[in-house]
């Protein structure tokens, strides 16, 4: 259940982002738009961006260090 929840926070994450790439494209089109505007939510896109791959990459370790935890736990056998 917990693992479903992660993913779950993942996923959120990723929505999230496609959302803001999808504001900041259709911005970009919009000629009126003012500048600051659009390089505060590439800013913002990007510090998404990089936190959804830290998430990843933490889930990924937990990942690994269950299975190396499985594998010690073998070898004690």
Avoid: G, P, Y
């Avoid at 510090?47 to 499985?70: D, I």
């Amino acid at each position: 259940m917990r693992r479903k929840d992660n993913l779950t926070k993942i996923l959120d994450v990723l929505l999230f982002v496609l959302r803001i790439e999808n504001m900041h494209h259709n911005l970009r089109n919009n000629l009126c738009v003012n500048h600051s505007v659009l390089w505060d939510l590439q800013k913002l896109k990007l510090k998404l961006t990089l936190m959804n791959k830290t998430a990843h990459l933490l889930f990924l370790l937990k990942s690994n260090l269950l299975q190396l935890k499985r594998l010690l736990t073998l070898l004690k056998v």
